[in-house]
């Protein structure tokens, strides 16, 4: 079992960056594929980012590719998600979220380890 708890949301004007952190607990972090998810207001959780256990593999949105860069420090059981060139529409409740399995990179419910989340708001 590993539980995750986020940080670093924030409110940042446009343009702006912010760098979210994911730790995790457990001494297995290293097997997991580690993702980040969305939801915005009203609207169902998407798939932004996710990172193989092997580090070799990152899978990114179209939404957020060439703007947004997923990492992992295993030594330090930590996930993060560096987002830059922020948009308005960026604004919503992030999730990292973990998987020891196989699965599809993209959806949710191939996650079974979720945190709180954080929230990021965006203004124009």
């Known amino acids: 079992q590993v539980q995750l708890v986020e940080s670093g949301g924030g409110l940042v004007q446009a343009g702006g960056s912010l760098r979210l952190s994911c730790a995790a607990s457990?001494?297995?972090?290293?097997?997991?594929?580690m993702a980040w998810f969305r939801q915005a207001p009203g609207k169902e959780r998407e798939f932004a980012a996710a990172?193989?256990?092997?580090?070799?593999?990152?899978y990114y949105a179209d939404s957020v590719k060439g703007r947004f860069t997923i990492s992992r420090d295993n030594a330090k059981n930590t996930v993060y998600l560096q987002m830059n060139s922020l948009k308005p529409e960026d604004t919503a409740v992030y999730y990292c979220?973990?998987?020891?399995?196989?699965?599809?990179?993209?959806?949710?419910?191939?996650?079974?380890?979720w945190g709180q989340g954080t929230q990021v708001t965006v203004s124009s």
């Open positions: 457990g001494r297995t972090f290293s097997y997991y594929t």
């Open positions: 990172l193989s256990r092997s580090v070799s593999s990152t």
């Open positions: 979220a973990a998987r020891y399995s196989s699965g599809s990179y993209y959806y949710a419910n191939a996650y079974p380890h």
